[in-house]
């Protein structure tokens, strides 16, 4: 339950300390804003590609052949195939997260989806 609060979290705390920054120095604040503006344009575009493969995994990748190449059964050769997975994966680091927690979702064993975020 609370998992789903954190976003708005961040956005609270990154509206707080915006305002701060315009109390103390409006052109320190738009220097901020135009700052994270280009690093959202720069990472939408990715991130939009990464909820497009998930989905994509989601449909066409059964849980069961996720959960039987990832699972706990497998030990070890779970393990090596998460990194292998992560290996081959291209992009930001922080677009493992979304595929991994679809693969958590799957049945995939966590050291192997661990393994997987390690070696992206």
């Known amino acids: 339950m609370l998992e789903q609060y954190i976003g708005y979290a961040y956005l609270v705390l990154a509206a707080i300390g915006f305002a701060y ?3 103390k120095s409006r052109e320190k604040a738009r220097k901020a804003a135009e700052g994270a503006l280009k690093s959202l344009r720069g990472v939408a575009l990715t991130f939009a590609a990464v909820f497009g493969l998930v989905g994509l995994l989601d449909v066409f990748v059964p849980p069961a ?4 190449v990832l699972g706990s059964e497998g030990g070890a050769m779970s ?12 992009g930001p680091p922080g677009a493992a997260y979304p595929i991994a927690a ?19």
């Open 65 to 68: 052949f996720i959960e039987r």
């Open 102 to 120: 679809s693969l958590l979702e799957s049945g995939a064993w966590a050291p192997a989806v661990a393994a997987f975020i390690v070696s992206w």
């Open 79 to 90: 393990l090596l195939a998460g990194g292998a997975l992560g290996s081959v994966a291209a």
């Open 21 to 23: 920054t315009y109390a």
